[in-house]
């Protein structure tokens, strides 16, 4: 069965700290997606990155990457010198091929960023 | 990117009351939505899935007797929560996705409180 971990329940950082979210994940199909979204306070979720299973790249997005690793099943997502704007829940999901084409999402528990100044 | 929108953003209602929430895409048309609900501090748990003119797929344990769907166009979907109780009491957020790309267009929430 597909699954999301995110070990990590609360994060606190000091301000200019960098700080790793892992994300593992469980899947028996080849083709499916990876993604990370951000829950600030207000509730919203903020489309982060979008990976497929075939594209093994590390992404790099001003002070955000990601690191993708089939081999351990791991996609996690590190931000550089931390903000205290970075403060929020941050979701790591998984996304199999739906007989639709838009599969549904398995999101993980969530990491809680709390950066302080 | 697509916009997707959800009213109300929140309510309060009164035990035994239905609500009606509205999904809508904006800007572009989305044949399949999804419907999902987040506990306090808790992840987000689908709850169903809606393909525009048919029957909405619930996940296992989500009553449909309950929690109505309706996705009658392709820019619209409804969820109707019955006879709502306090344990109802939740945010519920709504996605649309319409193409191959795997991708979700997630609304702002509803946040329902019933009392």
């Known amino acids: 069965a597909q699954k999301v971990t995110q070990a990590q329940t609360e994060i606190s950082v000091v301000e200019k700290e960098d700080v790793t979210l892992d994300c593992v994940y469980e899947?028996?199909?080849?083709?499916?997606?990876l993604f990370w979204y951000k829950q600030p306070p207000s509730g919203e979720l903020v489309f982060l990155i979008r990976r497929n299973s075939f594209d093994e790249q590390n992404e790099i997005s001003g002070r955000y990457s990601w690191n993708f690793q089939k081999s351990t099943s791991s996609f996690n997502f590190t931000i550089t010198a931390s903000q205290v704007v970075d403060s929020a829940v941050y979701f790591c999901a998984l996304s199999e091929k739906g007989s639709s084409n838009t599969g549904k999402l398995i999101f993980g528990q969530g990491t809680t960023l709390q950066v302080k100044p | 990117g697509a916009v997707v929108s959800q009213h109300p953003s929140w309510v309060i209602c009164k035990s035994g009351t239905s609500v009606k929430i509205e999904c809508r895409s904006l800007?572009?048309?989305?044949?399949?939505m999804f419907w999902y609900r987040q506990f306090p501090k808790q992840s987000l748990m689908l709850m169903a899935t809606s393909n525009e003119g048919s029957k909405a797929t619930y996940e296992q344990g989500v009553e449909k007797d309950k929690f109505l769907i309706n996705h009658a166009s392709l820019t619209l979907s409804t969820l109707t929560v019955t006879s709502a109780h306090p344990e109802d009491s939740s945010f519920y957020i709504c996605?649309?996705?319409?193409?191959?790309?795997?991708?979700?267009?997630f609304g702002p929430g509803t946040r329902l409180t019933v009392t």
């Open positions: 800007d572009f048309q989305a044949t399949t």
């Open positions: 899947t028996r199909d080849t083709t499916y997606y």
């Open positions: 996605s649309a996705g319409g193409g191959i790309s795997y991708e979700q267009y």
